[in-house]
C-alpha cells in the first residue's frame, strides 16, 4: 500500500485532538524517506504509537456495520480511504486530499481492495498514547501479555500432561495387586493399551508444549529487542552511555532474559502447583507416607533459602565483571591501532587478566552454588525412595498397604518432589536474569527525544533564524560550564564564525543548535520558536552538520552518502558529490558508488572521509549548515576549491563555521570569538581582523 495511507491516518488523528507529524512517527518506524510503499504493520505500528487500537482485517463493504465506523479502506491502487458514514447507499469519506460526500456505494465498492483497518472509536488518553509495551515500568510485562494466550494453551497441556503422570503408577499397582495374584492376562493388555495410548498423547502435549513456549519466546524476544535498539536510537545525548563497552554488555544480557524464558526450567514452573495433586495421591493410597516426600521438599526449600543470598551476590559480581571486561574488549578493540603506537599491549593485557581472574572467581563461586542444589535434590530423592520403601514394608505387614500402593507411592514421591529441586535450581536463572532485568529496565527508564512527540512543532521549512539568550550548558558528569551566558542572534542567510581555542565551547555551540543537548539556563529558538518545542527529527533535516568526529559505516559509499533520512534525487545527491569534491574518490574506483566502506572508513584517508561527510551533510535541502573544522584534513588546494564551491553553495542558506584556518573566514561576514564558554568578541569580519590582527580591511581582502 501507499505511503499516503499514513497521512490519511494522521489527518483522522488531528480531527481528534491528537497532533502527530507523520515523518517524524515514520522515522520511529524505521521507514526510509524516500520510501513510497508501507506494510501493514507499519500502519498498526503508527497508530500504537498514537495511541489507538487498530486492526487488519480482510471485510466485504458491506458487511461493515455502521458502529464500527470509521474505518481505514485500502483501494485497489493502494492509497486509502476513511469511511466515516455510510446512509441510503451513499458514504462520506475522507480521500488524501479532500473529504467527499454522497460517494456512491457502487463507486466506492469498485475501488475497494477488501482490505481495511478498524480504528478505535475514541483514542487513548493522551498521557497513556503509546503506552503499550513502551511504558518505562511495564515494556517487559506488557511484551509477555501478548503472548497470553500461548501460555493459556501452555496451562492446558500441562494440566493433560500431569494427568496422564498418574496414569504408570495406577497401572504398576492394579497390575500388581489385582493382575499379577489372578494371572488376569486379558485384563492386562486392556490396562497396557490404555496406558501405551496415554504415553503417546503425553508424548504429542509435551512435544506441542514446548514448540508453544519457544513459539512466545520468539515473540516476545522480537518485539523486546526491536523496543531496546528503539531505545538506543532514541536515547537523548545527555542521558546516553559513558562507557560504550558496559552499554553495550548490559543490552547483550538480555540473552539471559531469554534464555530464562526459554528454558525447560519454566516447565516445571508450571508443573509445580500439579505437586499438590501428586501428594494427594500419594495420602489416598499410601497415608502417612506422604510425610516423606513432604519432608523432602521442606528440606530442599530450607537449602535453597540458606544459599539465595551468597548466590545471588556472586551472580551480581559476575555480571559487574563481565561488563567491565566487555567494556575493556571493546575499548582495546576500538583503539588497537594506538595500543600498538604506544607498545601498550602489556599494559592491557594485565588489566584484561585481572578482570578475567576475577570474575572466573566469582563465576567459579556462583556455579558451585547453583550446582549444589541439582546435588542436594539427588540425594532427598534417593533418600526419599530408602524411606518410603522401609516405612512401606511396616505398612504392608500392618495390611494398611498393599505392594501395588507401595510401587505406586516410590513412582508418585519423585515426581512430586521433581517440580520443587526444579524450581529450586531455576532460583539461580531467576537471580541472574533479575540482574539483567534490573540493567535492561534501568536503559528503559533513560529520558528519550521522542517521548513526548506529540506535541513537537513541525514547521514547513525553517528560514534559519538563530538566537541564543543568555544560555548555560554543562555536560552529564561535568562541573565546569561548557559554556556560559551565551546570547547571540544569527538572521536567515547570515555567515558567522565561531573561533576560539580548543576547549572553548565552539563544538558545544554547534551541538546545541543541532539539538543534541538543552542549555540548563537560557533558551534557544529557531525562528523564534523554542529549539525544544521543535521536533528532533525535523531540525536535523533542516541542518547539514558536518561534526570534528567523523562516523563512517561499513557499506557501500552510497549507503554513506545517503544515510541522512531525507528525500534524495540523483541530482541533489550529485550536487553533495560535486561540493565535497568527492568526483576523484568514485572515477577512481570500478565500483564507483558502489565502493566498499570498512567500519570507520578505516580503508579511507582522513581527507576522503571529510569529504564523504561533507556530501553527506549536504544531502537534502537543508537552510542551516554547521561546520565544525571542516576542511581540517584538506590540503591547501583541496581547500581553496572547497571554499569556493561552498560559498555558492550556501549563498541561501545560514552558515556557523568553526576552524582555525584562515581560509575559511573568506566564507564569513561576522565572527564570534569564545574564551572558557563566553563571548569575547562578537562583531564584523573586518572588526575581527583589525582588532586581533592589526589589519586594514584591504589588507585583509587581499589575503583571503
Same mark, same amino acid.
Given at each position: 500500500?501507499? #505511503?499516503?495511507?499514513?497521512?490519511?491516518?494522521?489527518?483522522?488523528?488531528?480531527? +481528534?485532538?491528537?497532533?502527530?507529524?507523520?515523518?517524524?512517527?515514520?522515522?520511529?518506524?524505521? =521507514?526510509?524517506?524516500?520510501?513510497?510503499?508501507?506494510?501493514?504493520?507499519?500502519?498498526?505500528?503508527?497508530?500504537?504509537?498514537?495511541?489507538?487500537?487498530?486492526?487488519?482485517?480482510?471485510?466485504?463493504?458491506?458487511?461493515?456495520?455502521?458502529?464500527?465506523?470509521?474505518?481505514?479502506?485500502?483501494?485497489?491502487?493502494?492509497?486509502?480511504?476513511?469511511?466515516?458514514?455510510?446512509?441510503?447507499?451513499?458514504?462520506?469519506?475522507?480521500? &488524501?486530499?479532500?473529504?467527499?460526500?454522497?460517494?456512491?456505494?457502487?463507486?466506492?465498492?469498485?475501488?475497494? &481492495?477488501?482490505?481495511?483497518?478498524?480504528?478505535?472509536?475514541?483514542?487513548?488518553?493522551?498521557?497513556?498514547?503509546?503506552?503499550?509495551?513502551?511504558?518505562?515500568?511495564?515494556?517487559?510485562?506488557?511484551?509477555?501479555? #501478548?503472548?497470553?494466550?500461548?501460555?493459556?494453551?501452555?496451562?492446558?497441556?500441562?494440566?493433560?500432561?500431569?494427568?496422564?503422570?498418574?496414569? /504408570?503408577?495406577?497401572?504398576?499397582?492394579?497390575?500388581?495387586?489385582?493382575?499379577?495374584?489372578?494371572?488376569?492376562?486379558?485384563?492386562?493388555?486392556?490396562?497396557?493399551?490404555?496406558?501405551?495410548?496415554?504415553?503417546?498423547?503425553?508424548?504429542?502435549?509435551?512435544?506441542?508444549? !514446548?514448540?508453544?513456549?519457544?513459539?512466545?519466546?520468539?515473540?516476545?524476544?522480537?518485539?523486546?529487542?526491536?523496543? =531496546?535498539?528503539?531505545?538506543?536510537?532514541?536515547?537523548?545525548?545527555?542521558?546516553?552511555?559513558?562507557?560504550?563497552?558496559?552499554?553495550?554488555?548490559?543490552?547483550?544480557?538480555?540473552?539471559?532474559?531469554?534464555?530464562?524464558?526459554?528454558?525447560?526450567?519454566?516447565?516445571?514452573?508450571?508443573?509445580?502447583?500439579?505437586?499438590?495433586?501428586?501428594?494427594?495421591?500419594?495420602?489416598?493410597?499410601?497415608?502417612?507416607?506422604?510425610?516423606?516426600?513432604?519432608?523432602?521438599?521442606?528440606?530442599?526449600? !530450607?537449602?535453597?533459602?540458606?544459599?539465595?543470598?551468597?548466590?545471588?551476590?556472586?551472580?551480581?559480581?559476575?555480571?559487574?565483571?563481565?561488563?567491565?571486561?566487555?567494556?575493556?574488549?571493546?575499548?582495546?578493540?576500538?583503539?588497537?591501532?594506538?595500543?600498538?603506537?604506544?607498545?601498550?599491549?602489556?599494559?592491557?593485557?594485565?588489566?584484561?587478566?585481572?578482570?578475567?581472574?576475577?570474575?572466573?572467581?566469582?563465576?567459579?563461586?556462583?556455579?558451585?552454588?547453583?550446582?549444589? $542444589?541439582?546435588?542436594?535434590?539427588?540425594?532427598?530423592?534417593?533418600?526419599?525412595?530408602?524411606?518410603?520403601?522401609?516405612?512401606?514394608?511396616?505398612?504392608?505387614?500392618?495390611?494398611?498397604?498393599?505392594?501395588?500402593?507401595?510401587?505406586?507411592?516410590?513412582?508418585?514421591?519423585? #515426581?512430586?518432589?521433581?517440580?520443587?529441586? +526444579?524450581?529450586?535450581?531455576?532460583?539461580?536463572?531467576?537471580?541472574?536474569?533479575?540482574?539483567?532485568?534490573?540493567?535492561?529496565?534501568?536503559?528503559?527508564?533513560?529520558?528519550?527525544?521522542?517521548?513526548?512527540? +506529540?506535541?513537537?512543532?513541525?514547521?514547513?521549512?525553517?528560514?534559519?533564524?538563530?538566537?541564543?539568550?543568555?544560555?548555560?550548558?554543562?555536560?552529564?558528569?561535568?562541573?565546569?560550564?561548557? /559554556?556560559?551566558?551565551?546570547?547571540?542572534?544569527?538572521?536567515?542567510?547570515?555567515?558567522?564564525?565561531? =573561533?576560539?581555542?580548543?576547549?572553548?565551547?565552539?563544538?558545544?555551540?554547534?551541538?546545541?543548535?543541532?539539538?543534541?543537548?538543552?542549555? +540548563?539556563?537560557?533558551?534557544?529558538?529557531?525562528?523564534?520558536?523554542?529549539?525544544?518545542?521543535?521536533?528532533?527529527?525535523?531540525?536535523?533535516?533542516?541542518?547539514?552538520?558536518?561534526?570534528?568526529?567523523?562516523?563512517?559505516?561499513?557499506?557501500?559509499?552510497?549507503?554513506?552518502?545517503?544515510?541522512?533520512?531525507?528525500?534524495?534525487?540523483?541530482?541533489?545527491?550529485?550536487?553533495?558529490?560535486? =561540493?565535497?569534491?568527492?568526483?576523484?574518490?568514485?572515477?577512481?574506483?570500478?565500483?564507483?558508488?558502489?565502493?566498499? $566502506?570498512?567500519?570507520?572508513?578505516?580503508?579511507?584517508?582522513?581527507?576522503?572521509?571529510?569529504?564523504?561527510?561533507?556530501?553527506?551533510?549536504?544531502?537534502?535541502?537543508?537552510? $542551516?549548515?554547521?561546520?565544525?573544522?571542516?576542511?581540517?584534513?584538506?590540503?591547501?588546494?583541496?581547500?581553496?576549491?572547497?571554499?569556493? #564551491?561552498?560559498?555558492?553553495?550556501?549563498?541561501?542558506?545560514?552558515?556557523?563555521?568553526?576552524?582555525?584556518?584562515?581560509?575559511?573566514?573568506?566564507?564569513?561576514?561576522? !565572527?564570534?570569538?569564545?574564551?572558557?564558554?563566553?563571548?569575547?568578541?562578537?562583531?564584523?569580519?573586518?572588526?575581527?581582523?583589525?582588532?586581533?590582527?592589526?589589519?586594514?580591511?584591504?589588507?585583509?581582502?587581499?589575503?583571503?
Amino acid at each position: 500500500m501507499k #505511503r499516503s495511507v499514513l497521512d490519511l491516518l494522521s489527518a483522522h488523528l488531528g480531527r +481528534q485532538g491528537i497532533d502527530l507529524h507523520t515523518e517524524t512517527l515514520c522515522h520511529s518506524l524505521g =521507514l526510509a524517506a524516500e520510501a513510497q510503499t508501507i506494510e501493514p504493520s507499519h500502519v498498526l505500528e503508527f497508530a500504537e504509537k498514537a495511541g489507538i487500537a487498530a486492526r487488519f482485517v480482510r471485510q466485504d463493504l458491506v458487511s461493515i456495520h455502521a458502529l464500527t465506523l470509521p474505518v481505514l479502506l485500502i483501494l485497489k491502487d493502494g492509497s486509502g480511504c476513511l469511511l466515516n458514514r455510510i446512509d441510503n447507499n451513499q458514504a462520506d469519506c475522507l480521500f &488524501s486530499d479532500q473529504l467527499c460526500h454522497g460517494v456512491p456505494i457502487d463507486e466506492l465498492k469498485g475501488n475497494y &481492495s477488501g482490505y481495511c483497518f478498524f480504528l478505535g472509536k475514541e483514542p487513548d488518553n493522551l498521557s497513556q498514547a503509546g503506552a503499550d509495551v513502551r511504558d518505562k515500568n511495564a515494556w517487559f510485562s506488557q511484551a509477555i501479555r #501478548r503472548s497470553l494466550p500461548i501460555y493459556r494453551d501452555i496451562l492446558i497441556a500441562s494440566f493433560a500432561i500431569n494427568l496422564f503422570v498418574l496414569a /504408570v503408577p495406577m497401572f504398576s499397582m492394579n497390575v500388581y495387586d489385582r493382575v499379577v495374584p489372578n494371572f488376569a492376562t486379558d485384563t492386562l493388555w486392556v490396562l497396557a493399551s490404555a496406558v501405551i495410548m496415554i504415553i503417546g498423547f503425553d508424548g504429542l502435549l509435551k512435544f506441542l508444549r !514446548v514448540n508453544f513456549i519457544e513459539l512466545a519466546t520468539k515473540k516476545s524476544d522480537i518485539l523486546i529487542s526491536s523496543l =531496546l535498539f528503539e531505545k538506543v536510537m532514541d536515547l537523548r545525548m545527555a542521558a546516553g552511555p559513558r562507557n560504550v563497552g558496559g552499554f553495550a554488555s548490559n543490552i547483550k544480557e538480555f540473552d539471559s532474559i531469554k534464555h530464562f524464558m526459554s528454558s525447560s526450567v519454566i516447565l516445571f514452573v508450571i508443573d509445580l502447583p500439579f505437586a499438590v495433586l501428586f501428594l494427594g495421591m500419594i495420602f489416598y493410597v499410601g497415608g502417612v507416607l506422604v510425610a516423606i516426600p513432604i519432608a523432602c521438599m521442606l528440606l530442599l526449600l !530450607v537449602y535453597v533459602a540458606i544459599i539465595r543470598k551468597p548466590l545471588f551476590a556472586s551472580i551480581a559480581a559476575s555480571f559487574e565483571d563481565g561488563v567491565q571486561k566487555n567494556a575493556l574488549l571493546i575499548e582495546s578493540i576500538a583503539g588497537l591501532k594506538n595500543i600498538k603506537l604506544f607498545n601498550a599491549g602489556g599494559k592491557f593485557r594485565a588489566r584484561w587478566e585481572r578482570l578475567v581472574s576475577t570474575l572466573a572467581g566469582h563465576s567459579i563461586k556462583s556455579r558451585f552454588l547453583s550446582s549444589s $542444589i541439582t546435588t542436594v535434590m539427588g540425594m532427598l530423592v534417593q533418600l526419599n525412595s530408602v524411606f518410603v520403601v522401609a516405612w512401606g514394608v511396616y505398612l504392608i505387614q500392618d495390611g494398611d498397604l498393599t505392594m501395588g500402593g507401595l510401587i505406586a507411592v516410590m513412582i508418585l514421591s519423585s #515426581r512430586a518432589i521433581s517440580p520443587v529441586g +526444579q524450581v529450586a535450581s531455576l532460583l539461580a536463572s531467576y537471580d541472574q536474569t533479575k540482574v539483567a532485568y534490573s540493567s535492561l529496565k534501568q536503559i528503559m527508564a533513560l529520558p528519550a527525544e521522542l517521548e513526548s512527540q +506529540q506535541n513537537f512543532l513541525n514547521p514547513k521549512q525553517l528560514d534559519g533564524d538563530i538566537r541564543f539568550k543568555d544560555v548555560t550548558f554543562t555536560y552529564p558528569g561535568s562541573e565546569k560550564p561548557s /559554556v556560559s551566558g551565551v546570547s547571540f542572534h544569527i538572521r536567515p542567510g547570515e555567515k558567522v564564525a565561531i =573561533l576560539g581555542a580548543n576547549g572553548s565551547g565552539k563544538t558545544t555551540i554547534h551541538k546545541l543548535i543541532a539539538g543534541f543537548y538543552q542549555p +540548563q539556563q537560557g533558551s534557544i529558538l529557531i525562528d523564534n520558536l523554542d529549539i525544544a518545542a521543535i521536533s528532533p527529527i525535523f531540525l536535523r533535516q533542516q541542518i547539514a552538520c558536518v561534526p570534528q568526529d567523523i562516523v563512517l559505516f561499513a557499506g557501500t559509499l552510497r549507503d554513506n552518502l545517503t544515510l541522512k533520512n531525507v528525500p534524495i534525487t540523483d541530482d541533489n545527491l550529485i550536487a553533495a558529490i560535486h =561540493l565535497a569534491g568527492l568526483e576523484p574518490l568514485i572515477e577512481g574506483c570500478p565500483q564507483g558508488l558502489a565502493m566498499p $566502506i570498512s567500519e570507520g572508513g578505516a580503508n579511507l584517508s582522513g581527507g576522503q572521509r571529510q569529504a564523504i561527510a561533507i556530501a553527506r551533510a549536504f544531502t537534502g535541502s537543508p537552510t $542551516i549548515a554547521l561546520l565544525d573544522e571542516p576542511s581540517h584534513s584538506m590540503d591547501g588546494k583541496s581547500e581553496t576549491e572547497f571554499v569556493r #564551491r561552498l560559498e555558492a553553495s550556501t549563498r541561501d542558506r545560514t552558515l556557523i563555521v568553526s576552524s582555525h584556518k584562515n581560509a575559511l573566514l573568506s566564507l564569513v561576514n561576522r !565572527v564570534i570569538v569564545i574564551d572558557q564558554g563566553r563571548i569575547v568578541f562578537d562583531n564584523s569580519k573586518q572588526k575581527f581582523m583589525q582588532t586581533f590582527y592589526g589589519q586594514k580591511p584591504a589588507v585583509k581582502d587581499k589575503q583571503a
